[in-house]
């Protein structure tokens, strides 16, 4: 089973998005927009202290009648980040974002973000590894 060092290794980029607490929720959706994510962290002098995604956006903005432009990103963002570490493997994510609800996990190593997964890395990887496991059984099958 991959490692969560593994999947980030094999990423193609590896740039951290993030915000700032004080950013308004407008500036993070563009930032989200510009980088086609549906999450950014949200970092204060180099510390994790929120994340916000599309979902907070939609129930704590547009739900609340608030405005994008006038509210604040750390005034709706989650503060209680649900993290991992490089060594987990994907089905402890998986189990995790379903056991949390959650579509995407920062992953830290001794307080230092490395990066970030979502669902769809997830999804994409778990699917190369049983691609791999069939092609795989069939090569041994035909061999035999």
Known sequence: MQTVRQLLDSKPSRSLVYVNPDSTVFQALQVMAESDIGAVLVMESGDIVGIFSERDYARRIVLQGRTSA?????????????????????????????????????????????????????????????????????HYIQSA
Do not use: F, W
């Not at 750390?74 to 189990?95: N, W």
């Open 70 to 138: 006038g509210t604040k990103v750390r005034d709706i963002m989650t503060s209680r980040v649900v993290y991992v570490t490089p060594q987990q493997t994907l089905d402890q994510c998986m189990a995790l974002m379903t056991e949390k609800r959650i579509r995407h996990l920062p992953v830290l190593e001794d307080q230092t973000v490395l990066g970030i997964l979502s669902i769809g890395d997830l999804v994409r990887a778990t699917i190369e590894e049983q691609e791999q496991v069939i092609n795989h059984l069939v």
